[in-house]
Nanobody
Framework: QLQFVESGGGLVQPGGSLRLSCAAS????????IGWFRQAPGKEREALSC????????DYADSVKGRFTISRDNAKNTVYLQMNSLKPEDTAVYYC?????????????????????WGQGTQVTVSS
């Protein structure tokens, strides 16, 4: 069964940092573009960042650009999201997912509806 497991969330003070991990099981994520997303209570799921299968290209939402960095280690079957300068408005459940059309799509897309194989999410809370 294809699935992701997100980890690394927690409680952090404003201005702090966290590194989220997205580990794939049951398949090799080396063939997939991967996205990171978040969903806060009462809000729609928001695309934060994506990275193509080779890791050679990334994209970011304006809300996190300059603060978050996506990376991947295909040998470890894991994608990461380094989050710096965290703000209270970053509080949400964070998810990763794979684009099943990554083999035919040259670039990753910042659209949650294009992604599949969602993990269970990891909670990030930014509060003093």
């Amino acid at each position: 069964q294809l699935q992701f497991v997100e980890s690394g969330g927690g409680l952090v003070q404003p201005g702090g940092s966290l590194r989220l991990s997205c580990a794939a099981s049951g398949f090799s994520l080396a063939y997939y573009h991967i996205g990171w997303f978040r969903q806060a209570p009462g809000k729609e799921r928001e695309a934060l960042s994506c990275i193509i299968s080779s890791g050679g290209s990334t994209d970011y939402a304006d809300s996190v650009k300059g603060r978050f960095t996506i990376s991947r280690d295909n040998a470890k079957n894991t994608v990461y999201l380094q989050m710096n300068s965290l703000k209270p408005e970053d509080t949400a459940v964070y998810y990763c997912a794979a684009d099943p059309l990554g083999l035919v799509r040259a670039m990753c897309v910042m659209d949650p509806s294009k992604y599949d194989y969602w993990g269970q999410g990891t909670q990030v809370t930014v509060s003093s």
